[in-house]
Each structure stands twice: as C-alpha cells, then as structure tokens.
C-alpha cells in the first residue's frame, strides 16, 4: 500500500493509553461484585475494546442478559473509576500524536469506551485537541462492526481507501476490514503479534511511537485538506 491517507484512527486503551491492566483488575474486581464465576486475564483481555452487551455475551455466555449487563456495568464503573490513575500515555504516544498532526494527517478516536469515560479521560491526558471526531460503543455499533469507522469516515469527510485504523486488538483489526480501512496492529496492549497478524495488518509495530517513521517508509505520507 503506497499513496496519501487523510485520516488516522486510533483504538484508546492499549494504543495510546496504558490501561489494560487497570481494566482487567477491575473487571475482576466487578465480576466478584456481581456474584459471577471468575475470569482469567486472558479471557478478559479478549473483550477489551467491545461494548458491555458484547462483553458480557462473551464473558458468560447463556448467562447474558440486561440484568446481568447492569449490574456488571455498574460494578465495573464504580471499580475502574475508583482503582487510581489511567491516563498515562504509553511510551512514544505524545510525541507520535504531535508529529502526525503537524506533518497534516486527520486524527481521530473509535473506542469501546463510553462517551463519558472517554470524555473523562481526553480531559485527564489532556488530548482531546488532538482528535478531529471521536466515536464511543454506546453511541453506536461495537466493535468489530463497522459502524464506528463508517461514522468517523463520514463526518471527517474521508473515504476508506484515505484512511489508517491503529489498534492494539482483533476486534480493531476487523473492524478496520468490514470498513474497508487498512489497518495497523500495535503490540502494547490487549493482543499479542500472533494474534494481531491474524487479522491480516499492513504492519505490527511494537507501538504508536513507531507510527510516523512506519509512515514514512511505507510512502503513506498525508493527503491535502
């Protein structure tokens, strides 16, 4: 793949955010709460990035419900929110964010957080000025359906094939695919190499610091406002 792409959309927790173990110890931490069976991390790790309907579908299939949705949900949010700071950028993030926005690329956010636990954490990083649109699962479709990228390319005014999805999960890389996005798998976070290349990724970089130089020499410099 060589040419121009606009726009750049990056996953959030384990992308550019160092998150996931707050998150597994949390949803640990709820699904005692909750009166569930536990979960391995590896289990958990899986659903990292999906809305809480899919979550849960997968975590206790047969079990899935609105019941068990909220007070999962609940239990969750109240643990992950009380379980100490999560907005430490992973290494390289800041930089690459500043680089790619000055050199003219488009960025932009789809996350399997909510809309206000993604709200809540653009205010503690301090990025949401670097972020054109950003897109929540409960304001939409989850991942890996298309629907988040289908909505970003929409209000950005980007077609597909102008696009990057950059993520560190499966359920990013698919999503990417059902778009039409080409994608870019990172290894800090939720998925491992083996598993991201299953997805079939232009690249595996080991993070969002290797993005710009991965640009550069991939050709894919930024399209024209």
């Given at each position: 793949?060589?040419?121009?792409?606009?726009?750049?959309?990056?996953?959030?927790?384990?992308?550019?955010?160092?998150?996931?173990?707050?998150?597994?110890?949390?949803?640990?931490?709820?699904?005692?709460?909750?009166?569930?069976?536990?979960?391995?991390?590896?289990?958990?790790?899986?659903?990292?990035?999906?809305?809480?309907?899919?979550?849960?579908?997968?975590?206790?299939?047969?079990?899935?419900?609105?019941?068990?949705r909220q007070a999962l949900g609940?239990?969750?949010?109240?643990?992950?929110y009380a379980g100490g700071d999560?907005?430490?950028?992973?290494?390289?993030?800041?930089?690459?964010?500043?680089?790619?926005?000055?050199?003219?690329?488009?960025?932009?956010?789809?996350?399997?957080?909510?809309?206000?636990?993604?709200?809540?954490?653009?205010?503690?990083?301090?990025?949401?000025?670097?972020?054109?649109?950003?897109?929540?699962?409960?304001?939409?479709?989850?991942?890996?359906?298309?629907?988040?990228?289908?909505?970003?390319?929409?209000?950005?005014?980007?077609?597909?094939?102008?696009?990057?999805?950059?993520?560190?999960?499966?359920?990013?890389?698919?999503?990417?695919?059902?778009?039409?996005?080409?994608?870019?798998?990172?290894?800090?976070?939720?998925?491992?190499?083996?598993?991201?290349?299953?997805?079939?990724?232009?690249?595996?970089?080991?993070?969002?610091?290797?993005?710009?130089?991965?640009?550069?020499?991939?050709?894919?410099?930024?399209?024209?406002?």
């Amino acid at each position: 793949m060589r040419g121009s792409v606009r726009l750049l959309v990056f996953d959030w927790d384990g992308t550019l955010i160092d998150s996931i173990g707050h998150i597994v110890a949390a949803m640990q931490a709820a699904i005692r709460d909750a009166g569930l069976p536990p979960r391995s991390e590896r289990e958990i790790r899986d659903i990292i990035g999906l809305g809480i309907r899919e979550a849960t579908a997968r975590l206790f299939p047969g079990l899935d419900g609105p019941e068990l949705r909220q007070a999962l949900g609940s239990a969750y949010r109240r643990r992950y929110y009380a379980g100490g700071d999560d907005s430490q950028l992973l290494p390289g993030v800041a930089g690459a964010l500043e680089r790619l926005a000055e050199s003219g690329y488009v960025l932009a956010v789809a996350t399997g957080k909510s809309r206000q636990g993604l709200d809540r954490a653009l205010a503690r990083t301090g990025l949401g000025h670097r972020f054109r649109a950003t897109r929540c699962a409960d304001e939409g479709r989850s991942k890996p359906h298309p629907d988040m990228l289908e909505h970003l390319l929409g209000v950005t005014g980007t077609p597909a094939g102008a696009a990057l999805m950059v993520g560190d999960s499966e359920h990013d890389l698919r999503m990417a695919r059902s778009a039409g996005v080409g994608a870019v798998g990172v290894c800090s976070g939720a998925h491992g190499e083996s598993v991201l290349r299953r997805c079939d990724p232009l690249v595996c970089l080991a993070g969002v610091g290797d993005l710009p130089a991965w640009l550069g020499r991939a050709g894919l410099g930024p399209a024209m406002e």
